[in-house]
């Protein structure tokens, strides 16, 4: 069985770090590319950013474009979103997802989703 799960939230100052963490089990997660998104309430589910399986391309969502950074380790089956400079509109549940193909991950339409981790950003 597969699963998700997503850790590391919790409240930040403005301007403030913070690291997510999201590990899977239950597939082989060199295999699938991987993706953060986030969600507040009244808004609509936003992508944030994608890395293949590899590590070697990762997407940025404009509005964290320079801010947030994805990577992977794959001998951990973890991926990590790197938050800095966090601005209260980052204030969101975030979640992982997972899929084979990269494009299902960009387009929300991955096979496999984490439960999400609350980050808030207070000002």
């Known amino acids: 069985q597969v699963q998700v799960v997503e850790s590391g939230g919790g409240l930040v100052q403005a301007g403030g770090s913070l690291r997510l963490s999201c590990t899977a089990s239950?597939?082989?997660?060199?295999?699938?590319?991987m993706g953060w998104f986030r969600q507040s309430p009244g808004k609509e589910r936003e992508g944030i950013g994608y890395?293949?399986?590899?590590?070697?391309?990762?997407y940025y969502a404009d509005s964290v474009k320079g801010r947030f950074t994805i990577s992977r380790d794959n001998a951990e089956n973890t991926l990590y979103l790197q938050m800095n400079s966090l601005k209260p509109e980052d204030t969101a549940i975030y979640y992982c997802?997972?899929?084979?193909?990269?494009?299902?991950?960009?387009?929300?339409?991955?096979?496999?989703w984490g439960q999400g981790t609350q980050v808030t950003v207070s000002s």
């Open positions: 997802a997972a899929d084979r193909t990269k494009w299902k991950v960009w387009l929300g339409d991955a096979d496999y």
């Open positions: 890395i293949t399986w590899s590590g070697d391309t990762t």
């Open positions: 239950g597939l082989t997660f060199d295999d699938y590319a």
